[in-house]
T-cell receptor
Framework: GQQLNQSPQSMFIQEGEDVSMNCTSS?????WLWYKQDPGEGPVLLIA?????ELTSNGRLTAQFGITRKDSFLNISASIPSDVGIYFC???????????FGTGTRL | DGGITQSPKYLFRKEGQNVTLSCEQN?????MYWYRQDPGQGLRLIYY???????QKGDIAEGYSVSREKKESFPLTVTSAQKNPTAFYLC???????????FGPGTRLTVT
């Protein structure tokens, strides 16, 4: 099946720092989604991207749909304690009604 | 408030027993999904349903069964055939394939 590589696997940062993480796919995706999961809870949708090159912001979060359609990036600016959690990327391939999830970045 | 509910939050069962996890949504979404999450892992798709009375196997359907008799409900049964059932189970829904999926709060199942 489709594979999503998400990096870094984990990161430790100081409050106020900016954070960057990314996902790469072995195949082209039509949709990229970014989720945040707190311990013991379900993932919460942060940003949805539908078009190559698209750059979308949600408060301090900014995500981009890579031009090659095989990658996506999430940036968090001026991090605060409540940003701690696990961030998952998810993508949907052409003609595929299912999502493929990355393994997560633990912040 | 619209959303997805899963119950119970924690569930304990003895090995060899079947158990059914509940998932209800009032978002009027057509599609519903069940995922399994193991510690430190991503989400793996068990079953999904795009329409009432129809569902498809996901990547790890063995040992699980589902039904979709109503649009708002998609219960998951973990059968005794599932070799390693202890996990965190997440239900999600979307308007249809290709749309954003929204998740419930999850059910943590422990089988001893």
């Amino acid at each position: 099946g489709q594979q999503l590589n998400q990096s870094p696997q984990s990161m430790f940062i100081q409050e106020g720092e900016d954070v960057s993480m990314n996902c790469t796919s072995s195949s082209i995706f039509n949709t990229w989604l970014w989720y945040k999961q707190d311990p013991g809870e379900g993932p919460v949708l942060l940003i949805a991207l539908y078009k190559a090159g698209e750059l979308t912001s949600n408060g301090r979060l900014t995500a981009q749909f890579g031009i090659t359609r095989k990658d996506s990036f999430l940036n968090i600016s001026a991090s605060i304690p409540s940003d701690v959690g696990i961030y998952f990327c998810a993508g949907q391939g052409i003609g595929n009604e299912k999502l493929t999830f990355g393994t997560g970045t633990r912040l | 408030d619209g959303g997805i509910t899963q119950s119970p939050k924690y569930l304990f069962r003895k090995e060899g027993q079947n158990v059914t996890l509940s998932c209800e949504q009032n978002l009027n979404h057509d599609a519903m999904y069940w995922y399994r999450q193991d510690p430190g892992q991503g989400l793996r798709l068990i079953y999904y349903s795009q329409i009432v009375n129809d569902f498809q196997k996901g990547d790890i359907a063995e040992g699980y069964s589902v039904s979709r008799e109503k649009k708002e409900s998609f219960p998951l049964t973990v059968t005794s055939a599932q070799k390693n059932p202890t996990a965190f189970y997440l239900c999600a829904s979307s308007q249809g394939g290709g749309f954003e999926q929204y998740f419930g709060p999850g059910t943590r199942l422990t089988v001893t």
